[in-house]
């Protein structure tokens, strides 16, 4: 410290904690990670301990599913860690690579349809932590929805992984009902009866899977359980919704191939202090899509990651 401030190179060494500072102060907000927004009673109350030893006593909820306990002075950053450490708590969560995966309740949720809390805590341990070292060129943020509702957003996140049932209709059992149960079952219109048969939109279906199982006869019946992937998406300053690949992925471990092709190609071939939403733009999305689906990335994965990239980074936060 210089003349009773904390000096900005102190700023920038414990801002890569997960530390951020309380303008005007020498104090600061401790970003403490969780799994998928996940934490135990334990780890609740000795939040909540830390919070009223070393901050202000009150502790505040992120975008990403993290919490922040803030007023921490510089001179007891330390000491927070190794209190909240003691219940397997950490702080993070800032710097130009991989950030706290989001997820919603899939897992529980009546309309999930994969389990979004095993595929957020894989990506977690896979990429937040296996990656932790891994500068990028900005920060990537990966969320993980349970199905078309979209509640965390994926489509909003340099790379988003949305539960998919996608339907299958067999015309030939179609009887043409009056009050048809599939379309009255489609929350975005895409079935339709028209002329007396079922007539489904597949440009439309987004393939939620709520028509599956509603027709009398079975002429709409399941057909795929997966994943779609969302690149490219982002919000702050300017937004950008993101584009969908044009697979359905009908096993993880393709979404976690995909998620370390999008990285390690993110590092690659993205400059310094551009989203991945920027790096599509200026390459394209066809050719982005088919080094992601078809491209031999993984063969050069370990001379990527060896390679001096990004050395100063792009994110602010």
């Not at 006593?57 to 990403?64: A, Q, Y």
């Not at 309740?105 to 990506?123: M, N």
């Not at 009908?250 to 993205?270: C, H, N, P, Y």
């Amino acid at each position: 410290m210089e003349n009773g401030l904390v000096t900005a190179a102190e700023e920038k060494t414990v801002k890569a904690l997960g530390f951020l500072r309380n303008k005007g102060t020498n104090n600061f907000s401790a970003r403490i990670i969780t799994v998928n927004g996940k934490v135990t009673a334990e780890q609740i109350a000795c939040l909540s301990e830390a919070a009223k030893l070393f901050g202000n006593g009150v502790v505040t909820l992120t975008t990403r599913q993290t919490f922040e306990c803030q007023g921490v002075p510089f001179d007891k950053i330390e000491d927070f860690r190794a209190y909240i450490a003691k219940a397997g708590l950490e702080t993070g969560g800032t710097g130009s690579k991989v950030r706290p995966v989001v997820s919603c309740k899939g897992t529980t949720c009546q309309y999930g349809l994969i389990d979004t809390f095993a595929v957020s805590q894989e990506i977690h341990e896979r990429f937040y932590e296996g990656y932790r070292q891994v500068r990028l060129p900005h920060k990537f943020k990966i969320a993980v929805g349970g199905c078309p509702n979209n509640c965390v957003k994926p489509d909003l996140n340099d790379l988003g992984v949305i539960g998919q049932c996608v339907p299958e209709f067999d015309e030939d059992s179609c009887n043409g009902c009056k009050k048809c149960s599939v379309e009255a079952s489609c929350p975005i219109g895409a079935a339709k009866l028209k002329d007396g048969m079922l007539e489904i939109d597949w440009d439309k279906c987004n393939n939620c899977g709520h028509c599956v199982g509603k027709c009398h006869f079975d002429a709409v019946t399941e057909k795929t359980r997966g994943y779609k992937i969302y690149i490219g998406g982002r919000w702050g300053k300017s937004t950008m919704t993101g584009r969908p690949l044009s697979k359905i992925f009908s096993e993880k471990e393709e979404v976690m191939l995909t998620i370390e092709k999008a990285l390690l190609l993110f590092r690659e071939q993205g400059k310094t202090g551009e989203r991945f939403s920027q790096t599509i733009e200026r390459l394209g999305f066809d050719y982005i899509e088919k080094e992601l689906l078809e491209g031999d990335i993984m063969s050069r994965k370990q001379e990527i990651l060896d390679a001096e990239l990004h050395l100063t980074g792009g994110a602010t936060c």
